[in-house]
């Protein structure tokens, strides 16, 4: 059951990350209609925070689960 609650997290966390990275990518910095109505808006520090601030914590998370997990 253990290990499926951490594949089952690890899945998550990278799915997340992913977000984070692509945010950035995907929305106009100069134009707030493509950021307007996501999570996190009106807003460009809300929508960055709600899309990236999950993932660097998941990544930081998983990173020291790895560590961890090496020693």
Known sequence: MKKILV???LLLGGYLI???IIEPFTID???PSTYRDDWGGPSLIGV???HCVPGIIAAVLIGRW????KR
Not at 66 to 69: S, V
């Open 7 to 9: 594949g089952l997290g």
């Open 18 to 20: 992913v977000r984070a």
């Open 29 to 31: 910095f100069s134009d």
């Open 48 to 50: 960055l925070a709600v």
């Open 66 to 69: 790895f560590a961890r997990r």
